[in-house]
């Protein structure tokens, strides 16, 4: 469905050469972005396809590649500087985030550590270096970062990837208590079993992904475009009032047992 519900916002996503975080930048064209700046480390879908650039020119909007690795903060200063041509961000969306080859209890400490960099070291210099912008630019802006639901609940397969993903749903609720008073909202969203290529080849996850799609009332897997929704609605001026909630968009799956 297409609206007009983020017209004369500048929408930055990151991880958005593929799965959800395409879908999110995509999405953001459908609902009347004024531009959008695609950020990744490959300008290259994983699940393959055109460019994400590509589909959003389509719609007439003005778009830019950035190439960022988001556990670089200077990568990330510049990926958000890139946004003053525009104007300067309102929304930021930190989606960038990996699964490990080995996780578990035995989880290594440099695979732990590479995980943490990328989906917490990360989604803290996007968090900033947004907020950095919006306040010097005296824009109330809404800052999305991307969570799980396995940030909510526990599962011994992913002690490292779960360990991150709980802090993201806390740093977006420590986040939007520090930055509320400068008129920025942040939250979190948390997907349950998303259809992508992370979740199709993450071990562990992608072997678990049929019980969960019938464990969910909905009984399907999500589509990326799903969570594109949800962060549009976070970012827009319709969820003016909401700030430091963690979103659930997971069929119900964690509602039931
Ligand atoms: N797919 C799911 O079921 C699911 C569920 C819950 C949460 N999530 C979260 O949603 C986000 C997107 O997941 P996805 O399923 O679309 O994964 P994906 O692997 O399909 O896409 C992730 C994108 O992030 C990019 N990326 C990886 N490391 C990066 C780095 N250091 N800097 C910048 N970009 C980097 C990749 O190149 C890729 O394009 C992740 O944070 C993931 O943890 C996914």
Redesign the pocket.
């Known amino acids: 469905m297409n609206t007009n519900i983020l017209q004369g916002k500048v929408v930055v996503v990151?991880?958005a050469?593929?799965?959800?975080?395409r879908a999110i930048a995509i999405n953001a064209a459908k609902h009347g972005a004024k531009a959008i700046i695609v950020?990744?480390?490959?300008e290259t879908?994983?699940?393959g396809g055109t460019p994400t650039t590509h589909e959003i020119e389509a719609f007439g909007v003005p778009v830019r590649f950035h190439k960022?690795?988001?556990?670089q903060r200077e990568q990330v200063d510049a990926l958000v500087e890139a946004a003053a041509e525009f104007g300067g961000v309102d929304v930021m969306v930190a989606?960038?985030?990996?699964?490990l080859r080995a996780d578990g209890a035995d989880v290594n400490e440099d695979d732990f550590h590479r995980l943490m960099s990328?989906?917490l070291d990360?989604t803290l210099f996007s968090a900033q270096a947004a907020a950095r912008q919006m306040k010097a630019r005296g824009k109330a802006g809404s800052i999305v970062l991307?969570?799980?639901?396995?940030g909510l609940s526990g599962a011994g397969m992913t002690v490292a990837y779960s360990t991150s993903?709980g802090g993201v749903v806390l740093m977006a609720k420590a986040m939007a208590d520090a930055l509320g008073p400068d008129g920025i909202r942040v939250n979190a969203v948390?997907?349950?079993?998303?259809d992508?290529?992370?979740?199709r080849t993450s071990p562990g996850i992608a072997e678990a992904a049929e019980g969960f799609r019938q464990r969910t009332p909905l009984r399907r897997l999500g589509r990326?475009e799903e969570i594109g929704d949800a962060v549009a609605w976070l970012g827009s001026d319709l969820s003016s009032y909401v700030t430091g909630i963690a979103l659930l968009v997971d069929g119900g799956l964690l509602s039931v047992i």
């Open positions: 990151t991880g050469a593929s799965g959800i975080g950020s990744d480390i490959s879908p994983r699940e960022t690795d988001v556990s989606n960038a985030g990996i699964t990328v989906n990360g991307m969570a799980s639901m396995g993903k948390a997907p349950g079993t998303i992508t290529h992370l979740l990326p």
